[in-house]
Structures are given as C-alpha cells and as structure tokens.
C-alpha cells in the first residue's frame, strides 16, 4: 500500500519564478492537506482540499494556490517566489472528517 | 485561535531510559484531538500517538504513551526504553473542528547510547 508521495524532492528556484509541487495521497484517502514547514519550526497550515475543492486555508497570500483532482492528487502553486518561501513543502493525506493525516516526505524549495 | 506549546527545544536521554516530553495547548473548543509526530531527519513527519478529548483513558502506543490534563491543557509523550532510532523531532499538534493540524515548534531528542 503506497503512503503519501511528494514530488519533486528536491527544487531551486529564483526570486519572481513560480513554482509547482505535486502529491499524492495514501491510497483509500480523499482530503489533502498543505503545510510550510522554515528551517527549526513546525509546520504551518496553507490549505486543504476535499472533493476537488479548496475547503479552508489557513494565513498565506493568494500567491499560494492549489488544485485537487478527480484522483484525489494534488498541486500546490506558487506564484512571485519570495526569498521567504524557502521552506519545506509537506503534503498529508487523510480520509474525510477522520482526523489522522498521513505525511508524504516533503518537497525542499530554495528560493535564490 | 488555537495554540500549541512545546517550551523545551531540546532533551536527551539515555538508550533504555525513559524520557517525557511536555506539551501545552489553548482552546476553546470542547471536542478535539492530540497528537504526537515524530521528524526523523528524513524529514518525513510520522504520527507516533493520538488522543481523543472526549475520551479519559489515556492513549498508549507499545512503548510510547501519554499522559493527557484536560483541565490543564497539557498533553506529555512518555517514551519507554528508549532506542536510538527514537532519536528526531518531536512536533505535538492540535486538531479541532476544523480539522487543520496545528502544531508546536518541536522538540528535538537525541538518545545517548
């Protein structure tokens, strides 16, 4: 049984790029969950996604977007990179209303 | 907006020893669950234990268990006979209802062998 997996590991990006992260979820899952974890803190909520739809988000601009599809997979997009965004990416999946959620290993983003 | 506490940034225990990691959170809500992860350095986050609010018994997971305060709003990891692969960080996190996982700044534990 797969768990969660990220892609890709790792990313280098320069300051104004976009960028585009993919997951995909545990198998059986349907919610997917986005996290920004900076270097020596812990993970901070972006947004979640049920039924291809964005249903809450936590405090980052709109630069910050995502999508979900039919499969449950997901994207997470980020427009106009800042230095600041250098963090690690963390995906987790889990089955609605259920409240464990499962982690993929991260995707790395430097942003130059 | 809810709050998740881990006030010891580091700790360090003896391989075979047991160690208790602390814990403090702030809510309003009545109906919510606790978690305990776990971030080796190959970073991939790993639920270790969870706790129902609704629920006294505290949770144990073989040699981890917990030991949750409703009233204090504390929520400690007690981890038995320590192993050296228990050596990572340790995030305590917080879901309510709306269902995002809101987390401590961690705490990292090295185990001495």
């Known amino acids: 049984d797969a768990g969660v997996t990220q892609s890709p590991t790792h990313l280098i990006k320069t300051r104004g790029q976009q960028v585009t992260l993919r997951c995909s979820p545990k198998?059986?899952?349907?919610?997917v969950s986005w996290y920004q974890q900076a270097l020596g803190q812990g993970p901070q909520f972006i947004f979640q996604y049920y039924e291809e739809e964005e249903r809450q988000r936590g405090n980052f601009p709109d630069r910050f977007s995502g999508h979900q599809f039919p499969n449950y997979s997901s994207e997470l997009n980020v427009n106009a990179l800042l230095l600041g965004d250098s963090a690690l990416y963390l995906c987790a999946s889990s089955l609605d209303r259920i409240y464990e959620q499962y982690f993929g290993p991260g995707t790395r983003l430097t942003v130059t | 907006a809810q709050t998740v506490t881990q006030s010891q940034p580091e700790m360090s225990v003896q391989e075979a020893e047991t160690v208790t990691l602390s814990c403090t959170y702030d809510t309003s809500e009545s109906d919510y669950y606790l978690f305990w992860y776990k971030q080796p350095p190959s970073r991939q986050m790993i639920l270790v234990i969870r706790q129902e609010a609704y629920k006294q018994q505290n949770a144990t997971e073989n040699r981890f268990s917990v030991n949750f305060q409703k009233a204090a709003k504390s929520f400690s990891l007690k981890i038995s006979d320590s192993q050296l692969g228990d050596a990572a960080m340790y995030f305590c996190?917080?879901?309510?209802?709306?269902?995002?996982?809101?987390f401590g700044k961690g705490m990292k534990l090295t185990v001495n062998p």
């Open positions: 996190a917080y879901a309510g209802g709306s269902e995002k996982l809101v």
């Open positions: 198998s059986g899952h349907d919610t």
